[in-house]
Structures are given as structure tokens and as C-alpha cells.
T-cell receptor, first 116, second 110 residues
């Protein structure tokens, strides 16, 4: 398995632009998590899905952020409009609660977002 | 509000030293405590702890949980330069929500 796949790996955009981050979880995993990491705030959980259904989005900073999971193999995190304070590394992670290692989250390589 | 606090924030030691990283948590409906290692890219899983007093061990790394004091430690003995990384502690609740601490940045000097 290729692991969790995220795209793009890096994005630089100007304030006010729409940003869409993409994630393909590991096949067979039924949980998907979106995190944001900055030096100041560390790794923050934004939202997570179980069987494509959003379970907890309390970590989403504001209405400019939205996430979808239209099927088991794809999720998006959208920021519209983007602001400089959104600059961070965004990680996607997946796991399956039905396996022996059910607490082990597998992280993607991350998307480094810079908003100018 | 649920929170996970790690200390120290940063640590620099010489190769061969032993280090202890601390993690305290306040999480409603706590289920498990997780440790991750993050080098240049994404975090990788180290340990999952659910019971107090039972040490988990992997090579030179070990970890233990105290559910009464809401505390966990991660020990690394005979440190090597390859142990340099950010070590993340996270608490999971029974709704599958995971809250991470800010991490301890460990640097091992040769």
C-alpha cells in the first residue's frame, strides 16, 4: 500500500484565494483525520470522519474552513478565503478500528501551506 | 476543555544520556494515551497505553501510564543522534477524538 497520500505537497498562495487540500487514506481504513501543525500551536485536530461521515468538527477554526469526504478513498479540506494565519502544515491521517493496531494512526506526508 | 501538556518543550543532551519526557492530560472520557515520534515529516506511532502501571517497551524506548495522576512518561536510554525528533503525546477519548500536546523537541548531540 502506498500509505496516506496528500496533495499538493507545498502550496503558496495569496491572501483571499481558495485553497483545496486533498487526501487519499489507506484502503480499508474507516477513520480519517485532518490536522494542522504550527510551531506556536503544535498539532491540532481539525475534523475527523468515520465511514465518510464527519464526527467532530469542533477543531475547525472558523467558517472559512470546510471538509468533505464524498467516498471512502477521498477527502478534501477547503479554506475560502485563505488568510496568512492559515499558513501551516496540514496532515491527513487514517486508521482502522477493526485491526489489532487500531490505535495507530498513519499520517500522510503533509501539505505545507503558505498564504502571503 | 480537554488538554494535553508536554514538558519540557525542548531538550538537548549528549549521546548516551537517558532522557525522560513528560505528558499530563485532562481529557473527558479518556480511553488511551499515545506517543508519536516526528522527524522531518509526518508523525510515526510509538506506543499506545490504556492501563496504569504496565510498561510498554520497544528497544531503548519505554513508556508508562498513571491514570490516577493523569500522567505518562516516555524514557529513552542510551540516546543516539537518530533519536533527535519531536516526540508527541496524545490522549484519545471514547468518542475517538485525539488531542495532541505541543511536543517535546529532543536534540541529541554527538
Amino acid at each position: 500500500d502506498a500509505g496516506v497520500i496528500q496533495s499538493p505537497r507545498h502550496e503558496v498562495t495569496e491572501m483571499g484565494q481558495e485553497v483545496t487540500l486533498r487526501c487519499k487514506p489507506i484502503s480499508g481504513h474507516d477513520y480519517l483525520f485532518w490536522y494542522r501543525q504550527t510551531m506556536m500551536r503544535g498539532l491540532e485536530l481539525l475534523i475527523y470522519f468515520n465511514n465518510n461521515v464527519p464526527i467532530d468538527d469542533s477543531g475547525m477554526p472558523e467558517d472559512r474552513f470546510s471538509a468533505k469526504m464524498p467516498n471512502a478513498s477521498f477527502s478534501t479540506l477547503k479554506i475560502q478565503p485563505s488568510e496568512p494565519r492559515d499558513s501551516a502544515v496540514y496532515f491527513c491521517a487514517s486508521t482502522s478500528k477493526g485491526t489489532a493496531n487500531r490505535y495507530e494512526q498513519f499520517f500522510g506526508p503533509g501539505t505545507r501551506l503558505t498564504v502571503l | 476543555e480537554d488538554k494535553v501538556v508536554q514538558s519540557p518543550l525542548s531538550l538537548v543532551v549528549h549521546e548516551g544520556d537517558t532522557v525522560t519526557l513528560n505528558c499530563s492530560y485532562e481529557v473527558t472520557n479518556f480511553r488511551s494515551l499515545l506517543w508519536y515520534k516526528q522527524e522531518k515529516k509526518a508523525p510515526t506511532f510509538l506506543f499506545m497505553l490504556t492501563s496504569s502501571g504496565i510498561e510498554k517497551k520497544s528497544g531503548r524506548l519505554s513508556s508508562i501510564l498513571d491514570k490516577k495522576e493523569l500522567f505518562s512518561i516516555l524514557n529513552i536510554t542510551a540516546t543516539q543522534t537518530g533519536d533527535s525528533a519531536i516526540y508527541l503525546c496524545a490522549a484519545e477519548n471514547r468518542d475517538d477524538k485525539i488531542i495532541f500536546g505541543k511536543g517535546t523537541r529532543l536534540h541529541i548531540l554527538p
